[in-house]
């Protein structure tokens, strides 16, 4: 399999927000955010698997500034690790101002997702191959973040909170 860069599936979802997007004080849900997240990342890995992907895992996301109603909302995804069958996908949330034009970042997240054959199983996935000096850092950083994501799942398998296929389902590396 020929390896791919991360600029080859990178995606760029854009989506003004609406009342139906928000509460009652004009903020946008934090779900409707999360939801659009999950999409435009398993867009990147569908691009660089070339098949569907499940995913397995979001690391975390902070809210570090609120979305209101009548914002652009851009979401950026790339990717920034791949194992045999798992990509992990760095996902850029920023909110853009309509009239003045003044954009902020609002939320940066890291999912996982595995790549399913025709049978819904884990298959293989390309190399990724790094561009830029800022591509390998991101790699580097990523690599340290998986090994950390192994170390939990064969804790929780310890502990008995996970079968061993919950734990090959989710590990996919």
Do not use: C, W
């Not at 009652?24 to 435009?40: Q, S, T, W, Y």
């Amino acid at each position: 399999m020929k390896p791919k860069t991360p600029a080859e599936s990178a995606v760029t979802l854009s989506d003004l927000m609406g009342p139906q997007d928000a509460n009652g004080l004009g903020n946008v849900h934090g779900g409707v955010i999360m939801k659009r997240v999950d999409e435009a990342g398993a867009l990147a890995a569908m691009r660089h698997a070339g098949s569907p992907v499940v995913t397995v895992q979001i690391d975390s996301m902070t809210f570090r500034k609120p979305i209101l109603i009548g914002y652009l909302v851009m979401i950026y995804a790339e990717l920034t690790y791949v194992g045999r069958t798992s990509m992990e996908v760095r996902v850029e949330v920023k909110a853009e101002h309509p009239y003045t034009g003044e954009v902020t970042e609002t939320n940066t997240a890291y999912l996982v997702y595995v790549a399913l054959d025709e049978e819904g199983r884990p298959r293989d996935v390309p190399r990724l191959q790094p561009e830029n000096e800022a591509q390998a850092l991101r790699m580097e950083q990523a690599k340290i973040r998986q090994k950390f994501r192994k170390e939990q799942l064969e804790h929780e398998l310890e502990v008995g909170r996970l079968s061993e296929t919950e734990k090959s389902d989710r590990n996919g590396a």
